[in-house]
Each structure stands twice: as C-alpha cells, then as structure tokens.
C-alpha cells in the first residue's frame, strides 16, 4: 500500500502552531516510508475563509519547507461531486431529504433545554412540509445499535455506538458539504492512506466512518495526537506566547527551530532534543508519539531558536538579516562589515529581529543615549578621555583589532586609567549603551571615520548639558 497523507486546512486565519505540527506530522510520516503528503484546502465556510488566509497557509508551509505533490485540492471547487454523491445515496436509501427548517431545530433545542432534556434529531421530521422546490437538507440514516470500532494507530481500539448519532446533514440547503461529509469523500477519492490529526476529531471518526461506508469508499488509518497546552493545562491560545507561523518569521524565527520544536510536541526519539531535517525524516515513526497533551514553552523555544542561529554560518545569517536592515530604513553595509557585525551579536541573540535590533548602532549614527548610561559616563571628567582616544585612533592606519587596543594602551599611559575607567565611557560614546560587545570588536567594525565623529558628539552632549 503506498502511504498517502493530508494537510487539510481551512483558510479563516493564519496557519496556528498546532495545526502547523499536525501538517509536519503528516509530511514527515509520508517522507518516513517514501510516500505522498498532499494539500487539501478545506474552504467551504463561505462565511469566514477568506483567500489571504489560503495565500499565509501556503506561504506558511513552504517556509517550513514542507513540499506537498500534486495540485492542490480546494473543496469549493468540488461541488458538484459532493451533491452528486449525495444523490446517490438518496437514490439508495441511505440518506433523506429533511425539510426542517432551522427556526424549526432551534425551537426544539430550545424546548428540551427548558425541560432538561437532551434534543435529539426526530426522524419523523424529514417529510416536514415537503414541496417540490422548498430547500432542504440531505441527512445520513444512521441505523442504531451498531458498533463504530476505530483503531487508532495512537490510542488504540476505540468504539462507538450508532445509537448516539442522530442522523445527521452531509450536505447543507445551499448546496455546500458538511465538514464530515466532504472530508471523508476528499479522503477516499485523494487515496489518502493514513489521517493524523488532533484528538478533538476523534469525535469526528464515527461520522466519517459511516459516510465512507455508505458510499462503500476505502478508509483511511486514522492516528489522533493529543492537544498542546498551555502552561496553565488549558488549549494553547495567544495568552500563552504561541503565535501563528507567520508571526514567528515576522519575529525572526528560523524555519528549522520551528520545525524541531513544534515535532517535539508530543513526538520523542530517547533523550534527543535537536535534529536535522534529514534525521527527522528517518527516525519520525508514529510509535514516537505519546499519548499524553504536550505544553507549549516559549521561552524554550525561543532558547532553540537561538541555538540555531548560533549553529548557522555566517553568511546565511548574514543574507537573512539583510532584509531586515533595509526595512528599517536603514542603509546595509557590506558583506564583510554585515559578517563582524553577525559574529559578535548572534551570541548575544536569540532572534535574526533581535540580532538587527541589538545593533542598531553599527548601521546608524541616528541613536539616543541611554539617559542612566549618559548620566554616569557622559560627563565632564570623560570628556578629556574622548578626545584623547580620538586623537590616538586616528593616528591608527591599518585599523585592525591589535592596533586598536595599542591606541587604548596609550590613553591608559596618558591619563594613568585602567581599561575599565577608558572602555565603558567609551561604549557609551559610540553605541549610546553600557552593554555591546568588546570595545575593540565594536571600534574595528564602525571604523575610524565613524569613531573620530561619535566621540566628538559625546564631547559636544557634554558640553551642550553642561551650558
């Protein structure tokens, strides 16, 4: 049997961190055994899909690089099968045609709540108020009493009584699928073999079942992972830190963290915490999934994002962060100067945004200074010490690391100050903060021109606060 699995999203919002692990469950299985993982857009909520939604989905996958094969399948674009199916199995007496309006249900919920009761659909009302050219609904016949077993390749057996679904809509009065109705026909006509899902659609399963059954479609397998949580065991939401996708590139994410962390969820192989994509692919099994809810824990996951930003070459970084200097207005600098820049603030980040926010002083003169900072080392007594090391660098012709400190060692003989009373001032003088790399890295990187003119603007704010 060739493995065949689905990602089956509905377009009315940004593509969520759970739904994102449920897809690379699905593709990794598929890439595990050598098989197809392909694309279903479930978009027939005419109310809430919303195409921008379908274009970050796919944006979304494609960053994380998860290929899909094929073309992808969009369910408004299959109507007419799903009517035509819906047909047939009136034709067979398997479903009916239910002219109960929905004023009419809601009237009837709304009594059995007022008794205490739990409302259930009445069969007898499927003729209600029949007419040629009324609207109406398509309802399986459920028969009771008989048993829905799901081998779940997760949970185990798991069985179902008929006599607890009530015959229910697969096709709606406006000509749409339900959600069961469409997926369980999707599923068997795209050949899916194997369904991995979250476990709030284990209550789905017996549903599908019978509606494959009924048109005498194959199944697929089905293996329910349990839900993330938050850290308060409620569903993970946004109150918990967690983001859509697309907000975690937005934010500076590397697309492989996401990846490792979000397979983590839920998915172990011994003690291993960080893989290649190629590792996951050969040692991704369903066995590896548990079967207890996994928590969400967004400073561990910005603590591995960081780990592979520090793993990653330079020059990578470098090309990834570019972009980002340049929509903050800022000019880029070269490829070389970018490289130093990269070298010493990924150690120091945990993010590509936090990288470029970090250091913003190497691409722009524009900055204030800190006032506490400004307020202990911007002062009169330093003021001397900047047009000393001016005066010192600038004599510096190969403006190299070595060189540099030899103009620091000079001022230090000159004033008779260690290299501490000399450093922080002078951190503060050229990146308006007390905290940056080491002084020489810093110097060497914005260059003389720069240097010579910043320490002349530190000594013109102390003279300016001092008038």
């Given at each position: ?156 057996g798991i069985v179902?009584?008929?006599s607890e679904i ?66 308060d065991g409620k ?233």
């Open positions: 049997m060739k493995i065949v699995t689905r990602f089956a999203p509905s377009p009315t919002g940004a593509l969520h961190v759970g739904a994102a692990r449920t897809a690379i469950f699905n593709w990794l299985f598929s890439a595990s055994l050598g098989g197809d993982f392909l694309l279903r857009i479930e978009d027939t909520d005419r109310a809430r899909s919303e195409e921008k939604f379908e274009r970050q989905i796919i944006e979304s996958l494609k960053w994380l690089g998860l290929e899909w094969q094929g073309e992808i399948v969009r369910q408004s674009e299959r109507l007419a099968d799903y009517g035509r199916l819906a047909e047939r199995l009136i034709d067979e007496d398997k479903a009916y045609r239910c002219y109960v309006t929905a004023e009419e249900l809601g009237r009837r919920r709304e009594e059995a709540r007022e008794k205490g009761e739990v409302f259930r659909y009445r069969r007898e009302w499927s003729q209600l108020g029949a007419a040629p050219g009324k609207p109406y609904a398509v309802r399986l016949s459920v028969l009771p009493g008989e048993k829905i077993s799901v081998e779940d390749l997760v949970r185990g179902f009584d008929s009530e015959d229910f809509v697969i096709l709606k009065a406006d000509g749409f699928p339900t959600y069961n109705f469409a997926a369980a026909v999707d599923d068997a006509q795209m050949d899916i073999s194997h369904v991995i899902r979250g476990d709030d659609h284990i209550i789905n399963a017996p549903r599908q079942i019978l509606i494959a059954e009924a048109l005498d479609f194959s199944k697929p397998k089905l293996a329910h992972v349990p839900m993330i949580l938050g850290a569903k993970l939401s946004k109150r918990h830190g967690a983001e859509s996708v697309t907000e975690y590139r937005l934010r500076g994410y590397l697309p492989e963290a996401v990846l490792n962390y979000l397979v983590r969820l839920g998915w172990s192989f011994g003690d291993q915490e960080i893989f290649t994509t190629q590792e996951l692919i050969e040692k991704f099994s369903l066995k590896g999934i548990g079967k207890s809810p996994s928590v969400f824990d967004p400073q561990k996951f910005l603590w591995l994002n960081g780990k592979y930003l520090r793993d990653l070459p330079e020059e990578s970084i470098s090309e990834k962060i570019g972009p980002l200097i340049t929509q903050k207005g800022l000019p880029r600098p070269s490829s070389e100067r970018l490289r130093k820049i990269v070298v010493q603030m990924r150690e120091r980040s945990e993010t590509l945004n936090a990288i470029v926010d970090q250091s913003l002083y190497f691409f722009t003169d524009d900055f204030e200074y800190d006032e506490k900072a400004a307020e202990k080392f911007l002062v009169e007594r330093n003021g001397e010490i900047f047009m000393l090391l001016a005066e010192e660098l600038s004599r510096v012709e190969d403006f190299s690391h070595d060189n540099i400190h030899g103009g620091f060692e000079r001022v230090m003989q000159r004033t008779g100050l260690g290299l501490g009373k000399i450093a922080q001032p002078a951190r503060v003088a050229l990146t308006g903060s007390t905290k940056s790399p080491g002084i020489f890295d810093v110097v060497e990187i914005l260059g003389k021109e720069i240097v010579v003119l910043r320490l002349a603007r530190a000594i013109d704010f102390i003279s300016s606060r001092n008038a």
